[in-house]
């Protein structure tokens, strides 16, 4: 469901160096010397790639990538660059990047800023680019943005699309809205409740998408009870990794027994389970995916729960990532 204005300008957002699409290393060393040993040298990137959202013919805010030397000797910059052969790179811009020759001083930090500027409705892949006067010291970072059509309703963009803009490489079922009544399609798994992996001592549910009508969202866990982890925003709800209220947070204590994920709106409260779901439009309003990375790499204990709030089907309205669980059988 969608609210009636954006502030879809994405968040930079760290990944694994090398496994990011358009992305490549986030850490550049000399070369190896004797005996395998990796030179002083090193420039290294954070974050090593930049996720956007904007509606088409709007520009977002600047993102920031720091580049941090490490060593002990100064490294000069050859060039930063977009990469001139990807179709996407003339929807980024570079804001005022370092000259050819600037030095990052050592220990010290030099700051690239990109913007996000798309002509249609798309996801836009290119990369940053710097170079340096060491051939064997160069960055290769992705910058991933999704250009939408506009905003509410069937402006909004569907859940695929958002989630290959995020980094998450998963089969959702279709390209388009879903059905809200077929029990599984694609990757998903039967996940109405969850328990704690082995081990873990504190559970991960973190905002990564929103897609709905402008209002405070509470969302959090329950199993005896309903516990409020976080509340998304009043002015995220068209974003891609919307940032939360102040005392909200990205973890909690892992509960002694299995547990569901729910939200709250002004209407009504959705759950992973469908049989809470009863009074609402959509009884099976929460779809579940195992998490992979850009690269398709599964990553252990961690999936992407996403929510249906009304009865459309695009089932991007909140979407979440929560780590060092598993699923409980229905």
Do not use: W
Not at 40 to 55: I, K, N, R, S, W
Not at 59 to 68: C, R, S, V
Not at 279 to 295: F, I, M, Q, S
Request: aromatic share 6%.
């Amino acid at each position: 469901m969608a609210g009636n204005s954006s502030n879809d300008g994405g968040t930079s957002r760290g990944g694994v160096a090398g496994t990011s699409g358009a992305a490549g290393t986030g850490v550049a060393g000399a070369a190896a010397g004797a005996g395998g040993a990796v030179a002083a040298t090193e420039l290294a990137a954070t974050p090593v790639e930049l996720v956007f959202g904007a509606v088409q013919q709007t520009q977002t805010a600047p993102q920031t990538i720091a580049l941090k030397n490490s060593s002990a000797a100064a490294i000069a910059l050859s060039s930063v660059t977009l990469d001139a052969a990807a179709a996407g790179t003339t929807a980024f811009e570079l804001v005022s990047p370092p000259p050819a020759g600037a030095e990052v001083a050592p220990g010290g930090t030099t700051n690239v800023q990109v913007r996000f500027h798309p002509n249609g409705v798309a996801l836009f892949k290119s990369s940053l680019v710097v170079a340096t006067k060491d051939p064997a010291l160069k960055l290769t970072l992705g910058l991933f943005g999704l250009g939408t059509k506009g905003l509410e309703g069937e402006n909004e963009p569907f859940l695929k699309i958002v989630l290959d803009t995020l980094g998450y490489s998963v089969n959702v079922g279709g390209t388009g809205v879903l059905s809200t009544t077929t029990p599984r399609v694609g990757d998903e798994v039967a996940a109405q409740r969850f328990k704690a992996a082995a081990a873990a001592t504190e559970i991960e549910l973190i905002p990564v998408a929103r897609y709905s009508p402008r209002e405070p969202i509470p969302y959090g866990y329950y199993n005896a009870s309903e516990v409020q982890v976080g509340v998304i925003s009043d002015d995220q709800y068209q974003s891609l990794n919307p940032t939360t209220d102040a005392g909200s947070k990205r973890s909690f204590a892992a509960p002694a027994g299995d547990f569901g994920i729910f939200t709250t709106s002004m209407t009504h409260k959705t759950y992973t389970e469908d049989a809470k779901n009863a009074a609402n439009e959509t009884k099976h309003a929460v779809r579940t995916y195992p998490l992979k990375d850009r690269a398709g790499n599964p990553v252990s204990n961690a999936y992407l729960v996403c929510f249906e709030e009304a009865a459309n089907g695009d089932y991007q309205d909140y979407v979440f990532t929560l780590t060092n669980v598993v699923p409980v059988a229905p």
